[in-house]
């Protein structure tokens, strides 16, 4: 071999290795920078980022790709009423309950140390209160910010009482039964101040980043009436991934006042992002789509 032939020999064989080296660096930014793109958000799914929008959900959470998903539009004139179901019954405590308030990156959700029960509504089993949380939109209210929609109209704000099946131990174990979960929503509109809201509201400061608690107190009672004479009742899912379609769903027919100053206190304290975040992202927006109804029944009771 001549000089310069092992020239161009270890000249070939370091510009390789270069090569190499720089895909692995190129692929190593790449990496670097998606995770950067998701810092805003603390799961692999979101409302905001097309990436891991809710078109996008059924990528990672086939069950969200599934026929019988949650929410829906409820068009009134197509209900079923069945006045076999009953009222929705609501027991425990009137009092006023020591919780927990959590930032949890895809909203806020209390829970509660008092138990409270859910039965009637043509259930055969009693559900347990695990917690309740809220879906709400933005600075123009009128853009709606609820999941479930009635006639077409969605509301600024929805609140979701989450109940596991109590033959379950908790609410981990009910997720995984064809059983499992009740979810009582109940839809909000602008109009007066709302008390039952405000043992919280003034708190969302607090929990601002996701992964951020605090303690607090709510009333479940100004919220959920030991009896609820008016509401839509259907098999869907879970509105989150993973979207199980393991919900018997009760969305409340009246809707509640809440009072513009109330709304806006929820959509200006709130980020998806964690604490710390160069440009946090503000919670707003956080509703899944409606879904498409596929032949399934929604019955009404209306005593
Ligand atoms: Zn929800």
Redesign the pocket.
């Given at each position: 071999m001549t000089p310069k032939l092992l020239y161009s020999c270890l000249l070939f064989i370091y510009s390789s290795v270069e090569a190499i080296i720089t895909v692995k660096m190129f692929r190593h930014i790449l990496i670097v920078l998606s995770h950067l793109a998701l810092l805003g958000h603390s799961a692999d799914w979101c409302y905001d980022h097309e990436e891991c929008a809710p078109s996008h959900w059924y990528l990672h959470y086939p069950s969200c790709g599934l026929s019988s998903q949650s929410p829906i539009n409820i068009i009134t004139a197509n209900t079923v009423a069945d006045s076999s179901l009953g009222p929705i019954v609501v027991e425990g405590s009137d009092a006023t309950s020591e919780g927990e308030l959590t930032n949890n990156g895809h909203?806020v959700e209390v829970t509660l140390t008092s138990k409270y029960t859910l039965s009637g509504a043509g259930l055969t089993d009693a559900y347990t209160l695990a917690g309740f949380?809220i879906?709400f939109g933005n600075s123009n209210p009128t853009f709606g910010g609820s999941?479930h929609q009635i006639n077409g109209n969605a509301f600024p704000l929805?609140v979701?009482f989450?109940f596991y099946n109590s033959i379950y131990i908790d609410l981990t174990e009910a997720k995984q039964q064809s059983d499992g979960l009740a979810?009582v929503g109940v839809l909000f509109q602008i109009g007066s101040f709302n008390s039952a809201l405000d043992h919280f509201l003034g708190q969302l400061s607090q929990v601002a980043y996701s992964g951020q608690k605090t303690s607090v107190q709510a009333n479940l009672r100004k919220f959920l009436p030991a009896k609820i004479g008016y509401y839509f009742k259907y098999n869907g899912s879970l509105?989150?991934p993973t979207c199980s379609e393991n919900v018997t769903w009760l969305v409340a027919g009246n809707v509640q006042p809440i009072s513009l100053s109330q709304y806006t206190q929820i959509i200006s304290n709130l980020y998806f992002s964690l604490p710390g975040a160069a440009n946090p992202v503000p919670m707003l927006d956080n509703f899944r789509p409606t879904q498409p109804l596929n032949g399934r029944t929604v019955s009404v009771y209306r005593k």
């Open positions: 909203s949380h879906h999941e929805e979701h989450v979810v509105t989150t």
